[in-house]
C-alpha cells in the first residue's frame, strides 16, 4: 500500500479516495456513541488479522485516538481475537455526523454522502466492511453487498449498473428484511477491477482475492445469459390499452407470459401505474 499524508487533506475530505474509502467503511463498520454532555466516541472493531487497516485509519486521523486487541469466545469460533480503534475526538465526531454517520444504531439509515465524493472509493469502504469478494462454490466470481440500507442499495446497483450495464432489482429478503447484491462472472470481474485499484486503500485480504478475479475465464459452451429487458412507462400504456396478453406480446415484442404477469401486476397494485406523459 503507497504512504499517505493525512496533513496534506482535510480530514474527511472525500474527494481524497483514502477518505472516501474511510468514510464508507465507518458508516457500514462503525458505531459512533454519544455519551453524558459532549463525551462520546467512534468505535470499529475487526478481526486482528486486519489490524493494518485500523493503523491506516489512524494515519489519516489528526487528533489522538488507540488501538486495543481483545480475545474472547463467540457462537462461531472457540477463540476469536479481535481489534478496536477508539476515537473520542468532538471536533472529529462533529465532522463525521454530519457528512453522514448517525449516532447510535444506523443500519437503514446511511447512505451516501450528500456532496461531491470519490465514488468508487466510497462504494469499496462499504464492500470491504459488509461485502464479500471471491469464488462461488461453483468456481465463479463473485461480489456481494449485504445491507439494510435502501439507499447504499441502490447506490450499488446504480454505480455497478454504470460500470458493467447489469441491471439489479431491490428486494429486501423475507428472512431477515435486508438486501443481498449479488454480481457474479464477467460482472464481477469488471466491478473488482473497477474498485480495487493498484494501491488503494483496502483489507488486503479482500485486495488479494479481487485481484484474483480476473483469471477466471467462461468455459467453452457456457452461455451468456441475456439482460433481462425492463419494462418502461410507454409499454405500460400499450399493455394496459389493449388489455390482452397476445396481442401486446405481438405490438411489445414480449412473450405472452410476460404482458400476463406485467397486467397482472398492473391490475392488482403491485407496481405503480405509468404517469400521464
Not at 481524497?16 to 458508516?27: H, I, N, S, T
Not at 478481526?47 to 474472547?72: C, G
Not at 455526523?97 to 443500519?107: A, D, F, H, Q, T
Request: net charge positive; with cysteine; hydrophobic share 35%.
Amino acid at each position: 500500500m503507497a504512504d499517505c499524508e493525512p496533513i496534506a487533506h482535510q480530514f474527511m475530505d472525500l474527494t481524497v479516495p483514502e477518505y472516501a474509502y474511510m468514510f464508507g467503511f465507518l458508516q457500514a463498520d462503525g458505531h459512533l456513541g454519544k455519551g453524558a454532555g459532549q463525551k462520546g466516541r467512534l468505535t470499529v472493531e475487526i478481526s486482528a488479522r486486519d489490524v493494518d487497516l485500523l493503523h491506516r485509519f489512524q494515519k489519516l486521523t489528526p487528533y489522538n485516538s488507540s488501538i486495543t486487541e481483545r480475545t474472547r469466545s463467540t457462537n462461531f469460533v472457540k477463540v476469536h481475537t479481535s481489534v478496536t480503534w477508539t476515537l473520542c475526538s468532538l471536533e472529529a465526531r462533529t465532522k463525521l455526523n454530519e457528512i453522514g454517520l448517525p449516532y447510535g444504531r444506523k443500519s437503514k439509515n446511511i447512505a451516501p454522502p450528500a456532496g461531491e465524493f470519490s465514488t468508487r472509493d466510497y462504494l469499496r469502504g462499504v464492500i470491504d466492511a459488509d461485502g464479500s469478494v471471491g469464488y462461488t462454490s461453483h468456481g465463479f466470481p463473485f461480489i456481494s453487498l449485504t445491507t439494510a440500507s435502501t439507499a447504499i442499495g441502490a447506490f450499488m446497483c446504480f454505480y455497478t449498473g454504470k460500470v458493467t450495464r447489469a441491471e439489479r432489482t431491490l428486494k429486501r429478503n423475507a428472512r431477515d428484511n435486508i438486501y443481498n447484491i449479488l454480481y457474479t462472472k464477467e460482472n464481477a470481474q469488471e466491478l473488482a477491477a473497477q474498485l480495487y485499484y493498484e494501491d488503494c486503500l483496502s483489507l488486503q485480504r479482500k485486495k488479494a482475492a479481487a485481484d484474483s478475479l480476473s483469471a477466471w475465464i467462461r468455459p467453452a459452451g457456457m452461455r451468456v445469459a441475456a439482460e433481462r429487458r425492463r419494462w418502461t412507462a410507454q409499454e405500460d400504456r400499450v399493455l394496459l390499452r389493449l388489455n390482452n396478453d397476445a396481442v401486446a406480446a405481438k405490438e411489445l415484442g414480449r412473450t405472452d407470459k410476460s404482458c400476463q404477469v406485467r397486467l397482472w401486476r398492473l391490475r392488482t397494485g403491485q407496481i405503480p401505474m405509468p404517469t400521464d406523459r
